[in-house]
């Protein structure tokens, strides 16, 4: 096994896509990490590390504004970040892929399986947040916080769980909606596995059942976390995310 790192040069001719790669057997597994997260998170880790002991290939990235990548989040927009992702998958494989998304990078799994769909073989999602912009976002405001919207063009979350207060900018949102596929999900003929957890505070379980029961395609499976909160990083939860990724690259 052989890993690699480096950047690429985004599409906006300024900006560079952070990237490390690990060679091993095809299908390679993609891993598309979460909004404010990075490619060197808990899931990603593990899934290195799985994919090291099966000899399987792994690839991850981080979007612009993200990690390694340069920029700032809050200067991109949802169709940024499917660029970013098409742009690694294009120069840096060549075979088929097993897509694993956390969160936004789900919602990016799928725009990848539309975008290139004779290049995905299965999706696995850890509570996908497509949509959410104008499905969770802007719904939540509070009367003050819209009226902060109109006025600023921003919205800003001072409870999002990070040290910094997460912004979203009005052109973010407005961009967001030409990426929406909750309620349309991609046609896709591969095998697909979702987990969310019950106790999400961030994308609502019956999200994810929307998703499913949208999407018609044949071998799907969601597992429910009953304790289980948005990150899914317990043990046990990361041995499902596991075995489900195993199943469908055939490790197992």
Not at 167 to 173: Q, S
Not at 183 to 208: E, I, M, S, Y
Not at 221 to 236: I, V, Y
């Amino acid at each position: 096994m052989v890993e690699t790192a480096g950047h690429l040069s985004a599409s906006d001719g300024k900006n560079t896509i952070a990237w490390r790669q690990q060679s091993g057997q095809e299908p390679t597994i993609l891993f598309l990490h979460g909004f404010r997260s990075d490619m060197n998170g808990t899931k990603a880790e593990y899934l290195s590390n799985l994919c090291r002991e099966t000899d399987r290939g792994f690839l991850r990235l981080d979007y612009r504004g993200h990690g390694q990548s340069s920029g700032h989040y809050t200067d991109f927009t949802i169709g940024d970040w499917v660029d970013d992702v098409l742009r690694v998958v294009d120069q840096l494989t060549t075979g088929p892929l097993i897509v694993v998304g956390s969160s936004l990078g789900g919602w990016l799994g799928l725009r990848l399986l539309a975008l290139r769909p004779d290049r995905v073989r299965g999706y696995v999602a850890v509570a996908p947040a497509p949509d959410f912009p104008t499905q969770l976002v802007l719904p939540s405001l509070t009367p003050a916080q819209r009226a902060h919207y109109e006025q600023a063009h921003e919205v800003v979350n001072e409870n999002s769980g990070f040290a910094e207060p997460t912004r979203f900018t009005r052109r973010f949102i407005e961009e967001s909606a030409a990426h929406n596929c909750l309620h349309n999900p991609p046609a896709f003929t591969g095998r697909v596995r979702l987990f969310q957890g019950l106790k999400d505070d961030a994308v609502p379980w019956q999200q994810t059942t929307t998703l499913l029961e949208r999407w018609d395609v044949a071998d799907a499976q969601l597992t429910l976390f009953k304790d289980g909160d948005h990150r899914l990083n317990e043990t046990a939860q990361l041995k499902e995310l596991g075995r489900a990724v195993a199943e469908l690259s055939g490790s197992i």
